[in-house]
């Protein structure tokens, strides 16, 4: 069956970096975009990133424009989204989520766009 599994989650200081993984199973990651989704507590889950599958056009949130930088590894079936420049409001649990089938290769930052989603991994941004 369909799987997504976060890692690269923790603790880190403002302006420092941390990589994020999806692996991926179950299903063959380059026919798919995935999208990159945060929930910080008492706020809505949004959109962050996508790639698209084929030549992974990527797709950014004004947010985090500059300092965020999603890639994949086909051959691994991994998703990465380094994130560069950390600030205390990126502090959210981070999601990543396959688009939906009848959406094909699209890369979208709508959450309704996208069935299948990962646990979610904790970053905390802080002194």
């Known amino acids: 069956q369909v799987q997504l599994v976060e890692s690269g989650g923790g603790l880190v200081q403002p302006g420092g970096s941390l990589k994020l993984s999806c692996a991926a199973s179950?299903?063959?990651?380059?026919?798919?975009?995935i999208g990159w989704f945060r929930q910080a507590p008492g706020k809505e889950r949004e959109g962050v990133s996508c790639?698209?599958?084929?030549?992974?056009?990527?797709s950014y949130a004004d947010s985090v424009k500059g300092r965020f930088t999603a890639s994949r590894d086909n051959a691994m079936n991994v998703v990465y989204l380094q994130m560069d420049s950390l600030k205390p409001e990126d502090t959210a649990v981070y999601y990543c989520?396959?688009?939906?089938?009848?959406?094909?290769?699209?890369?979208?930052?709508?959450?309704?766009?996208?069935?299948?989603w990962g646990q979610g991994t904790q970053v905390t941004v802080s002194s």
């Open positions: 989520a396959r688009i939906r089938a009848s959406l094909g290769k699209s890369c979208t930052l709508t959450r309704r766009d996208y069935a299948d």
């Open positions: 790639i698209s599958s084929g030549i992974g056009s990527t």
């Open positions: 179950g299903f063959a990651l380059n026919s798919y975009a």
